[in-house]
Structure formats: C-alpha cells, structure tokens
C-alpha cells in the first residue's frame, strides 16, 4: 500500500510542494506553506473500464424561463455585482477583518428580505445577540431574516436542505467552516477549498445565490480567499483605510458582469451609506491655496472619479530620501520622479517624496502620471495648483504626454463639478464645452507653468 505522503501547501496562493519552504515558489508570499495531511493519499488510478453515468447537453439558448436577478436596491452594491445577485451562482466577498464585511452584508440581506426574498445568514464568528444587535442599530427588522450560527458545513448543508424556500445564504465566514471529513483545521486551505466547494455546489444545484465572507490576513497563517477565487463566479474586494469613512466595493472577477465596478460607501454610525456621488465627496475638505494639491480626474471601473492628489518635496538630510506612498503605486511613482528627473532635469534624487490619494481611495488608473507630476511640481515650486483645474494623462518614460482613454467621460465629470480648467494630453480626442482645456505635450510644459527652472539637487524645500 503506498504511504500516506506529507505534502505541503501555501495558505496564500494554494500551491503544493513536497518539502516546507520559508517561501512560497508560486507567490512568493513568506511564512505561509504549512504541511497538510491529504484526504487521498496514494497515487491515482485513472478511470478504469467502469461507465460513468450520460450527462444532459442542451444548446446555448439563452431560456427566457431563467429567475431574473436579486436587486437589493443598495444601487452601489446592485452596480458592482453587475446589476443584481443571479441565482444560482456564488460570490467571494473579501478584506480586512473589521473593513464592514458582515455589515455590508446584513444591510443587502435585510434590503432582499424586505422585497420578498429568503435570506439565510450563518454566521460562524458571531453570536445571535451579537448580530440582532448590529440589525437593530442598522435599523433591519430581524424577524425577516432567518439566522444561525454553525460551522460544520454538513449540518449547515443538511439545514438548507430541509428549508423549503431559500433564495440567498450568507456564510459568514469561509474560514471558519469545515468539512469534518478532513483532518486539518478550519481556516487551512484544504478546509476553505473543501468548505467552499461543497457549499457552491450546493448553490448550483438549487440555484440560490450563495455569498461566501473571505478574510485578507497578510501573516500567511489563515488561508487567504485567493484559492477561492477560481471557485465562484464573482469576487467582490471591500476596501478602504480603517482610519477613513470611505468604503469601496471593487469587482475583481465576474461572469455576470464588468469588472472593476466599484460601488462607494460611507461607514456611518448606523451602517454603511451609499455614496452617489463619490468625487464631491472624495473633494471635500480640499483647501485650493496649497501647494502640492491637484485634482485627478479618474475612472473607475465605468464611473468618472474625481479626486486629490497630495504630494510632498522636501530636502532630505538622510543618504537614502525616504518615498512614501499612499493609494497609488510606489513603482509608479519611482518612475515618474526618474522621469522628471530626467527630463526636466529637477534634481529630485535627493529629496524626499511623500504622495497621499486622499480620502483613502486607492488609484490604478496609468492617467494619475501627470496629475502626480503637476503635484510633484507644485510642491517643489511652492505654487498652488492654479484654482480649479483638473489633471489627467499619462507619462512616457521620454516625457512625452499620452492621451488615455475616455477623456470625454473624465471631462464631463470635471464640468459637471464646477471646475474651469483642465490640463490633458495634447491629441486628445476631445469634443468641445465649456471648460478651458491646456494641452501638455510634454512633461517640461509643466515647468513654464509654475515658473520653475531645472535646477540641481534639494536646492529648493518651499513645500509646505
Ligand atoms: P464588520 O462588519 O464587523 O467588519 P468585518 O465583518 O469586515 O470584520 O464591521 C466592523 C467595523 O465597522 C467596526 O469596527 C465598527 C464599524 N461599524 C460602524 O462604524 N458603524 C456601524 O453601524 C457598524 C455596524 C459597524
Ligand atoms: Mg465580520
């Protein structure tokens, strides 16, 4: 008989080695692969001459007879899942411990319940009272919603088997579920793959909406929902700074709908509030006259974003400037500093940066180049950014100003707020209104405009 192997697996990525590493060949995550014993031990057989059972095949035909989605009418959570729930398939809701998963969640049953829909929560983290006092004071009448805390997926199986009526099941969360088949604990890979599979199959074969609650720890010793992430047909980031107010739904993947769809939330006292209309928010509390201070005119995911860029030059006394970045890419931002470096020869190598994208957004759109060099630049001259303008445009390593896609969205946003300027690449595919619009060629533009001349290392620290 062949040997039960040991085998060891990364709790981040999911990968398999024979022997423990400190770090994970597949993600080069540190201090995550730990030994798990497997369930089918042995070397595989193959098939046999044994027939299988003959499965149904149907045409692609779409069935006008398919149950229509679930809008929860939370019109931020409808527009990242894509327009509505679609029964049948299962959803990976993922971040931080404490970002506002479980209210979230609470909030879109309770919104489902009250139009009709069975919701089921099973929690395994949290007590009865615990969770009917958070319905209370997200004002969600409880009675609507049926309840229950477990962690054995069997019985939480056996128990939606038996209800008669089940449109979605919350499973909060993932890692603490188990399969008492498998010998390794909750919160391990097995479990979490073995946990998720059984309750998504569980899903497609009634065709209810199964929402699965995924906890992001960065020491590695929790699985990670990345291994979930093939698993279901669609995963939802929620994320935000926890010292900020602002919450951002971002779809990751999904078979029913775009993704990078973000839905914008407020974490209030009473819940989580839907932002309609995030760039006011997200432009609040920007005082005009400093330097350093631009607004970006973003997308994200379909939506027109507005929002500030802060940045920070001042000479460094270290050997090593110190570059701090907040929201945006710190590579991204190396670039742009050799960049200017570079071409318009600002001597910035010995200086220290600090960039912050305020109001805790986090910004992956490549036209944030040139706002962040117009912000670069402000701090270094000590110059606001002219009064009501808006940047965006992406930077070549030669300094060339690129145009970036959907400049009529960005700039219609811009107008629609106020603004009376905006800086964008030349070339530009613009139709005309009724904003002043500069056109930047190149990234030495920029110096004419805040009357800067190139000159030599941390001769200047008028940031302020
Ligand atoms: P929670 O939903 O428990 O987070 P998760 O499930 O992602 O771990 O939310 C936790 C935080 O949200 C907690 O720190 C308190 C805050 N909160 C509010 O500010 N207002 C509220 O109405 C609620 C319910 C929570
Ligand atoms: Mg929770």
Known sequence: MAKAQRRYVCQSCGATTQKWQGRCDGCGEWNAVS????????????????????????????????????????????????????????????????????????????????????????????????????????????SRISFGTETNVRDVLTTLDDVKSVDVVIIDSIQTMFVDGIESAPGTVSQVRSSAQELIRFAKRRGIVMMLVGHVTKDGQIAGPRVLEHMVDTVLYFEGERGHQFRILRAHKNRFGGTDEIGVFEMTGHGLEEVANPSALFLSNRSEEASGSVVFAGIEGTRPLLVEIQALVAPSPAANPRRAVVGWDSGRLAMVLAVLDARCGLGLAGSDVYLNVAGGLRIKDPAADLAVAVALISSLAGKPVPANTAVFGELSLSGEVRPVTRSNARLGEVEKLGFARAYIPAHSKTKRRGIELAEIDRVQDLLDIFELSSHPAGSTGKAN
């Open 35 to 142: 030994e798990e014993i497997p369930l089918d031990a042995g070397t595989p057989k193959g098939l046999g001459g044994k027939r299988g059972r003959v499965i149904p095949l149907t045409s692609l035909q779409v069935r006008s007879d398919d149950a229509p989605r679930l809008v929860s009418g939370i019109a931020e959570f409808d527009r990242a899942t894509g327009g509505g729930l679609v029964p049948g398939s299962a959803l990976l809701i993922g971040g931080d411990p404490g970002i506002g998963k479980s209210t979230l969640l609470l909030q879109v049953a309770g919104r489902l319940s009250n139009s009709g829909a069975n919701c089921i929560y099973i929690s395994g983290e949290e007590a009865v009272a615990q969770v009917g006092m958070r319905a209370e004071r997200l004002g969600i009448d409880g």
